[in-house]
């Protein structure tokens, strides 16, 4: 019988119940093909293989990350929850080590969902990544976090959760922003002053193949990571760069990512996008449980791979080179950016404009953080949706000091109750959330 290297953990959970609608790229066929080639293939025949069934995560396991508006309900549905139960399911798994590591293969997806959710933006409602982050946070007591995202799509929303926090490392690899949805991922996109350099952000060339995503991952990834030395590495695992992808430009492979994932080692990885539902998502996700698992994928080829034909030019080898430098210099620079970001006790306000393209939604948020050098920074987050409420989110966070903590219930007791539909309190210290209306 064939063995693993050690042990690794599987959840699937294709969501029968959820699609946007019948025909959208987004629909329950991305996993159901993938379940069928890995029945087929006999992976959970191997011994070391571990399948785990999702549960269903809480509102207070949302809470931890977001203000959903009006409520949790009017946000997800059953099959958000048990998307995100699937990732938790993974990540106790792994910290209790049951396993070493582990994949939740769920839908539907989260990387676009931001702090503040009043709908659907880019297929997500809920960000599943960032829920399982804060709940390992808060249940394990885990310091230091990285979370490093290989969707094609920037990945704003887990971007914008972690904006502030300097004890989450949060990398976005992604086809670049001006030729793409959403727009955003940017070298000079870095994080809020308490986090400068927290936040990398490597737009890609369309075009980019395997060669140009393994060079990123062992000339910036890896030697970010080393020095960051996280507890635990999350993989936002994408798989929409991949070469047949109806929605993405990039040239990437099954072999490129079960390699990408021999040299990441993520400790937890969850799927995010990936739409050529029959010629890439069964080899793609079949080439990264094996590489988890410590086992041969050299087999794992689409039928059609030719990889003169995916070769990439010696133009956009040059651009991924030049964004590399830049982004660890920027890297390098971390610390000296904090400095000058702002005098500590300082208010700094950004102000910034959303659009829900899944729900048609615009929303305005006026942010107002602390400058702090001992923390992340408590923040408010004024955010008014059209259609929809307007409400204000205080956020404490979960390394505050005490200067950080005052000033968040500052923040929460002078809010003008009647200007708002709803002020929330989200007390990471505490693990606690309140509601004033």
């Known amino acids: 019988m064939l063995k693993a290297s050690h042990k690794t953990g599987l959840v699937f959970f294709p969501a029968f119940d959820w699609a946007i609608d019948p025909t959208h790229p987004e629909r329950e066929e991305r996993l159901l093909y993938t379940q069928d080639q890995v029945?087929?293939?006999?992976?959970?025949?191997?011994?070391?293989?571990?399948?785990?069934?999702?549960?269903l995560i809480s509102n207070e396991d949302i809470r931890r990350t977001h203000f959903c508006v009006p409520d949790e309900q009017s946000v997800t549905t059953e099959s958000h929850l048990i998307s995100g139960g699937g990732a938790k399911a993974i990540a106790?798994?792994?910290?209790?080590?049951?396993?070493?590591?582990?994949?939740?293969?769920v839908r539907p997806p989260g990387h676009?969902?931001?702090?503040?959710?009043?709908?659907?933006?880019?297929?997500?409602?809920?960000?599943?990544?960032?829920?399982?982050?804060?709940?390992?946070?808060?249940?394990?007591?885990v310091k230091r976090i990285a979370i490093v995202d290989t969707d094609c799509h920037h990945g704003d929303g887990t971007d914008d959760i972690f904006w502030h926090d300097p004890d989450v490392l949060f990398i976005?690899?992604?086809?670049?922003?001006?030729?793409?949805?959403?727009?955003?991922?940017?070298?000079?996109?870095?994080?809020?002053?308490?986090?400068?350099?927290?936040?990398?952000?490597?737009?890609?060339?369309?075009?980019?193949?395997?060669?140009?995503?393994?060079y990123v991952i062992r000339n910036c990834v890896l030697p970010v990571l080393d020095a960051f030395k996280p507890d635990i590495v999350v993989n936002s695992a994408g798989q929409d760069n991949h070469y047949t992808d109806p929605l993405t430009?990039?040239?990437?492979?099954?072999?490129?990512?079960a390699q990408l994932t021999t040299l990441l080692k993520p400790d937890i990885?969850?799927?995010?996008?990936?739409?050529?539902?029959?010629?890439?998502?069964?080899?793609?996700?079949?080439?990264?449980?094996?590489?988890?698992?410590?086992?041969?994928?050299?087999?794992v080829?689409?039928?059609?791979?030719?990889?003169?034909?995916?070769?990439?030019?010696?133009?956009i080898t040059d651009k991924i080179k030049k964004t590399v430098d830049q982004v660890n210099a920027y890297w390098s620079q971390r610390e000296q950016m904090r400095e000058k970001a702002g005098t500590p006790g300082d208010i700094l306000v950004r102000h910034r404009e959303i659009f829900y393209d899944t729900d048609n939604i615009f929303e305005r948020q006026k942010?107002?953080?602390?400058?702090?050098?001992?923390?992340?920074?408590?923040?408010?987050?004024?955010?008014?949706a059209t259609p929809g409420r307007h409400v204000l989110g205080v956020h404490i966070p979960i390394n505050a000091c005490d200067a950080c903590k005052e000033k968040g219930y500052e923040f929460y007791d002078r809010a003008d109750t009647d200007k708002y539909h709803r002020v929330y309190l989200q007390d990471r210290p505490k693990d606690s959330y309140e509601i004033k209306e």
């Open 112 to 141: 676009h969902s931001m702090r503040v959710s009043h709908g659907g933006r880019g297929f997500c409602h809920i960000n599943i990544e960032a829920v399982m982050v804060e709940y390992i946070r808060s249940r394990y007591g």
């Open 39 to 55: 029945t087929e293939e006999g992976v959970f025949d191997i011994q070391g293989i571990v399948e785990y069934k999702p549960e």
């Open 367 to 384: 942010e107002k953080i602390r400058v702090c050098r001992d923390c992340g920074g408590s923040f408010q987050l004024d955010s008014k």
């Open 249 to 257: 430009n990039m040239n990437f492979s099954a072999q490129g990512y």
């Open 92 to 105: 106790d798994a792994v910290m209790q080590k049951e396993v070493k590591n582990g994949f939740a293969l």
């Open 269 to 299: 990885a969850v799927l995010e996008g990936g739409y050529a539902i029959e010629g890439a998502l069964p080899y793609v996700n079949l080439g990264i449980i094996l590489a988890m698992a410590g086992l041969d994928y050299t087999g």
């Open 172 to 214: 976005s690899l992604h086809q670049d922003g001006r030729t793409m949805y959403p727009g955003t991922g940017f070298t000079g996109e870095l994080g809020g002053p308490n986090a400068k350099g927290s936040n990398l952000n490597i737009p890609l060339p369309p075009g980019t193949s395997t060669e140009g995503y393994l």
């Open 301 to 315: 080829v689409e039928p059609d791979y030719d990889p003169d034909r995916l070769k990439q030019s010696v133009s």
